[in-house]
């Protein structure tokens, strides 16, 4: 369930979750920090506390660049500090509206069919290191939205990233990239993969580097592994583990 908080500004988007299959409701008191939680699978299952603050493109993101009100109190709770705990074990922040840079690199929003100034008046660049800062120094993931269907959009992802299936789940990110062919290799393999390759004929290097990551370029640990262990391995399909076996077994005979 995703906790919406009561206040104007969050609660405007309760229906609109809901159009988009995100099961939410209205937190029955205000959230302590953030504009939305929820409970998200970590790894094996295990709970993690997702919070969401939603900044739009306006007074509300130029008040609290200058007045550091976000910095100050906002950040601390979300992210925690040193005496602070953390109220969330991930937390986003979500900027939203249409903004561009005027000829003079005055930060300016789109709103009712005109581009205004925020009062205080901002640089854009003070704007982009602001989140910049607050995405590497103060641990905050940062997504912006252009409109508000793109916000309710992210949050349905965001939701279900976190609750369909546990943290360690998710493997798109270990997909191994293999660089076109005329592309040159830029770092020279290392021994292991070299002697992977020297040894198992049509390995190739990118299947071997992936060996080499899965037994810790250990050829003790290698040998150990079984043909069924070796297909877990991204790549390495049976064939190719069949021929691996055989030339270990081959080599140490």
Known sequence: ???????????????????????AEIAPTPLDYGDFAFI??????TDLYIGVELKRMSQDL?????SKRFV?????????????????DRVWLITEGIWRADTEGVFQVFNGGSWTMTTPRLMAAE??????????????????APTRRDTVRFLSSLYHWWT????????SHAAIYIPPPDRASLVEPSAFVKGLTGLVVNIGWIKAAAV???????????CAMSASELQRIPGIGKTLAAAIVESLQGAST
């Open 1 to 23: 369930m995703l906790l919406v908080d009561p206040r104007v500004g969050s609660r405007d988007l309760l229906e609109p979750l809901k159009r988009f299959g995100v099961p």
């Open 40 to 45: 998200g699978r970590g790894l094996h299952g």
């Open 62 to 66: 130029g008040s609290s660049i200058r």
């Open 72 to 88: 100050g109190h906002q950040l601390g709770g979300l992210v925690g500090t040193d005496v602070r705990a953390a109220a969330y």
């Open 127 to 144: 704007v982009e290191q602001w989140l910049l800062t607050i995405s590497i120094r103060g641990g905050i993931f940062h997504w912006h």
């Open 164 to 171: 369909d299936k546990d943290l360690d789940a998710h493997r």
């Open 212 to 222: 080499e990551q899965a037994c810790g370029a250990s050829f003790s640990r290698l």
